[in-house]
């Protein structure tokens, strides 16, 4: 079964301060890969799928990574805002199934 | 992108009764998915809504437990049945749009007493 780890499980950042979310899987042969934002009690908002013959996809602050060869993603946000304060995670597609990770619960401050 | 709507979005129910969710998509879609989020935790498929034909429900999912239906497209009901303390989650539909991107739902906030 594909294994999805996120660290941190939590990261406490200044207002202005780039973050850095990583997602690891333990598949390289993967289908695609997708990251959520998941507000306290609320669903999923889709914020970046990266198909797996790219590297990457970017919208407005955010950019996602993607190295199959090593099982990797990572999450960049830019000039973190509060409220990009959520939960954010990642998941693995397999025949549009996904496998999520534990997520990672940023929290930026003012 | 797809808009997902959930019915109810929450509620509280006494052990042992069943509780049935809804979820209405405004586009047609061949895909759809329940998962559940148990308090804590992050996500785990139920199972496979198909249209016309019996959902396919992942590994620890089982019919009698969670029956589902698919009448269309756009529609696709959950049932959680005879449920105790440890049903209580958040219980969330998806579905797959163009180019694989997945959306989800607002999600049902299940308390079960």
């Known amino acids: 079964k594909q294994e999805v780890t996120q660290i941190p499980a939590a990261l406490s950042v200044p207002e202005g301060e780039n973050l850095v979310l990583n997602c690891s899987f333990t598949?390289?042969?993967?289908?695609?890969l997708q990251w959520f934002r998941q507000d306290p009690g609320k669903g999923l908002t889709s914020l970046l799928l990266?198909?797996?013959?790219?590297r990457e996809q970017t919208s407005g602050r955010l950019n996602a990574s993607l190295d199959k060869s090593s099982g990797r993603s990572t999450l960049y946000i830019a000039a973190s805002q509060p409220g990009d304060s959520a939960t954010y995670l990642c998941?693995?597609?397999?025949?549009?199934?996904?496998?999520f990770g534990a997520g990672t619960t940023v929290t930026v401050r003012a | 992108s797809a808009v997902i709507s959930q019915k109810p979005s929450r509620d509280i129910c006494q052990r042992g009764t069943s509780l049935t969710i809804q979820c209405q998509v405004d586009?047609?879609?061949?895909?759809m998915f329940w998962y559940r989020q148990q308090p804590g935790q992050s996500l785990t498929l139920i199972a496979t809504a198909n249209q016309g034909s019996e959902a396919t429900y992942e590994s620890g999912f089982v019919i009698d437990k969670f029956p589902i239906s698919r009448p269309n497209l756009t529609f696709s009901t959950l049932t959680v049945s005879n449920m105790s303390p440890e049903d209580s989650s958040i219980y969330l539909c998806s579905v797959v749009a163009h180019s694989y991107e997945q959306y989800f739902g607002p999600g049902t906030r299940l308390t079960v007493t």
């Open positions: 990266i198909q797996s013959s790219q």
């Open positions: 586009s047609q879609v061949t895909m």
């Open positions: 998941a693995y597609h397999n025949d549009y199934k996904l496998s």
């Open positions: 598949d390289s042969a993967i289908y695609n």
